[in-house]
């Protein structure tokens, strides 16, 4: 059991607050059943007010989108020396940013599916028609269009037809200003989660993801029932290690820390494919983590009960 006080930070205000909330009050609950005495603290005006005055002795971050996983907060809790739970400051900028992300898997002989990131500038100074032609020749089709920065799929597209392109550039922009434009890769996608014990970073079960409508989008993410899974995936031997070793590559090279998950498609013949890691995976009930961590033996509150033990020796 940890010692200590721990503060589990959610909420905050990206888009993804509410799926934040979710992940916060579940971890709450699950360290408690291990005996840690939390505080569940929104991540406000008034967080670093009670870092200082009533400081815990380890924090865990449950922030998702944001200053939660673009190592805002955690340039904080640096700053004031706060141990944490999660990747640093410096490993979350670099999760968090889908092209850069994959530009560093891809020079260490991972495979990504081609991609172009392009900034709202460019459509209106070289104008909308003609970047979107010359997107889909370099790519063809289908394409996928994500905002460059944030998660739970939000903004994310499957473009099958050209004209379909410029309804979802501007359903893109609504999330950021940067649109990355990724080959669609038809195959098995799955999500692998990466945990760190004393031998070093090590893949838990991937999760197969089957979305009801063929995308596995923001409703298919948090709307039970929608989507269905499997942990462990369905998987030959050699497939599924190599899904692991692409996660722990991934947590390796980015220089996460603790808890990391990758998404990766298996495509039909076998290739396996880096799509994104995120950096600070979320905890709801229809995440999964928690279903990963079930396929493996274990569950949220020991895992991240001994993670907090982790980072207490840590030091901040």
């Not at 916060?24 to 670093?48: N, P, Y």
Request: proline share 4%; net charge negative; with cysteine.
């Amino acid at each position: 059991m940890a010692e200590g006080t721990v503060a589990v930070l959610a909420g905050g205000l990206s888009h993804e607050r509410d799926v934040s909330l979710r992940s916060g009050r579940r971890l709450s609950v699950a360290l408690r059943e291990e005996g840690v005495a939390v505080r569940e603290w929104d991540t406000d005006a008034g967080l670093l007010g009670r870092l200082r005055d009533d400081r815990p002795d380890a924090a865990v971050v449950a922030l998702h989108g944001g200053e939660g996983e673009n190592g805002s907060v955690q340039t904080v809790l640096e700053m004031l020396g706060v141990p944490f739970v999660g990747t640093s400051s410096q490993g979350c900028r670099r999760a968090w940013d889908k092209p850069i992300a994959k530009a560093l898997l891809a020079q260490n002989d991972f495979r990504t599916p081609d991609w172009v990131a392009l900034p709202h500038s460019t459509f209106r100074e070289l104008g909308a028609q003609t970047v979107l032609d010359a997107m889909v020749d370099r790519l063809g089709l289908p394409l996928i269009l994500k905002p460059d920065q944030g998660g739970s799929a939000l903004g994310a597209q499957v473009v099958r037809e050209a004209s379909e392109l410029p309804a979802a550039m501007v359903g893109c922009f609504a999330y950021g200003e940067t649109v990355l434009a990724e080959r669609f890769v038809n195959g098995v996608e799955v999500a692998v989660t990466v945990v760190e014990r004393d031998g070093g970073p090590e893949a838990l079960p991937a999760v197969e993801i089957v979305p009801e409508g063929g995308v596995y989008d923001y409703t298919a993410r948090y709307t039970a029932g929608l989507t269905d899974f499997f942990a462990p995936a369905r998987l030959s031997e050699e497939t599924a290690r190599a899904v692991g070793d692409l996660a722990v590559g991934a947590h390796r090279l980015l220089g996460l820390r603790d808890i990391s998950r990758t998404d990766a498609v298996v495509a039909a013949d076998g290739t396996v494919h880096f799509l994104e890691v995120n950096s600070s995976p979320g905890l709801t009930e229809t995440s999964t983590v928690p279903m990963a961590l079930e396929a493996a033996g274990t569950s949220v509150g020991a895992v991240f009960t001994d993670l907090v033990a982790r980072a207490i020796r840590r030091g901040g």
